[in-house]
Structures are given as C-alpha cells and as structure tokens.
C-alpha cells in the first residue's frame, strides 16, 4: 500500500490509512472546511477534492450560478493535476511519467483552477479536454475542449483492449484490476475506438457507469 499522506487532493489531506475493501484503500482525510470523513483514494486520485459537505455546498451554488461550473471542472482540473504530478494517479505514466507539465499558471495553488477556468471556459456538453499536440504540456495555447471522436484521431497508442468472438469484436478496459466489457462491434476499428475513448474518459474522472452509458449512446 502506498502512503499518500505527504498528499494533498484539492481540499482534501489523508491522515491515516484507516481500512481496505477488495482493492480500495480508504483514509481517514481532513477536509480545508475542518470536517473529517473517510474517502477512499481512488475517489481521490479520480478527483474528488473536497468533502461531501463541501461539494453539496458547490453544487448548491451551481444550480444558482451556472449548471456546468464549479464541481464538474473542478475533476477535469484535479484530475490533470494529478496526472501529472502524483505518481499515485493510475494515469500517471502517461502524462507526468513521460514529461507532461501544466503550466505554471493553472498549477498555481492559490489561483490556478481560476485561471484554468478563465482560459478555458466552461466545457461543453460531451467534450473533454485535449492536447492539440499530445506530447505538449497543459497550457492554455496547447489546450482545447474537444469531442470525444476529434480526441480519438489524435491519442497516444493504446494498449489493445478488444478481442474477436466469432462474429463480433468486443471492447473492454481493464481498471481496478478488472476486466470492465465495453460492448461489442462489428468492426475491430470500431471496437478500438471504444476503448480508446473508455480510457481517455476514464483519464477524466469519469466513472465507468457513465461512460457505458456513453458508449451504449453511440452505437444507437
Ligand atoms: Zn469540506
């Protein structure tokens, strides 16, 4: 098990490993609002930033102010930090373990989300944000929402995740250290691109019940 208590995710501070379920690891974690509450870090490294008390707080105020803000960038935001620069993140290999930096403005502690924010402004329904150039840093001149499908045509090699049944080709990804089945296509390239963009979600802080709706979305 690996000690994330030198860690800080967003709000939230690890204090102790508190207990392990099959393969999540929950901490006990002290939120900036002083509340402490148990969190397991996955939820973590997949952007959970703050406590539920904070985030019922933000999501209030969301509904107010604008549907698409606060919470929802601040995952995309959190989880490009932490792909970044923790060597936790899942991701981590691809992004910081090969040189990937955000710029030193949106990395800023104090004033980098906002600054990501007004950069980039708010992410329209089904995009995620891209890289123009893939081997290029996080930066606001290298950084755009994108479809999913644009995202595809510009990625980084995949691993294979599909596999031939016969007559169809399934998709699937592999995360928690389990086989998670995609859907099935006709074609392989089909059944790839599924899985590149399953990954690439994934990356995103999405959750995998959302993105098989996504997928199911897309074959209709
Ligand atoms: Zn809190």
């Given at each position: 098990m690996i000690d994330i208590s030198k860690f800080t995710y967003g709000r939230l501070k690890p204090l102790k490993f508190v207990y392990r379920s099959g393969t999540s690891y929950y901490w006990l974690v002290k939120c900036e609002c002083g509340s402490e509450t148990i969190i397991s870090k996955s939820n973590m490294s997949r952007?959970?930033?703050?406590?539920g008390r904070c985030s019922r707080k933000t999501s209030g105020k969301k509904r107010v102010v604008?549907?698409?803000?606060g919470h929802e960038l601040k995952s995309t935001y959190y989880a490009m930090i932490y792909r970044c620069t923790?060597?936790?993140?899942?991701?981590f290999s691809r992004y910081g373990g090969r040189g990937i930096k955000v710029c030193e403005e949106w990395s800023d502690k104090e004033k980098g989300f906002k600054s990501f924010v007004n950069s980039m402004g708010n992410r329209p329904k089904g995009y995620t944000l891209d890289r123009?150039?893939?081997?290029?840093?996080?930066e606001p001149e290298n950084c755009r929402w994108a479809s999913r499908y644009t995202q595809n045509t510009n990625k980084q090699k995949q691993p294979r995740n599909v596999c031939f049944s016969g007559r169809k080709w399934a998709a699937y990804i592999v995360r928690d250290y389990k086989k998670h089945h995609l859907g099935t296509y006709n074609t392989e390239s089909q059944a790839l691109t599924a899985s590149a963009s399953a990954a690439e979600m994934y990356s995103q802080g999405i959750t995998l019940t959302e993105i098989k709706k996504e997928l199911k979305e897309r074959i209709k």
């Open positions: 952007g959970q930033s703050e406590c604008n549907h698409s803000f923790s060597p936790l993140d899942r991701s123009i150039d893939v081997n290029g840093d996080y």
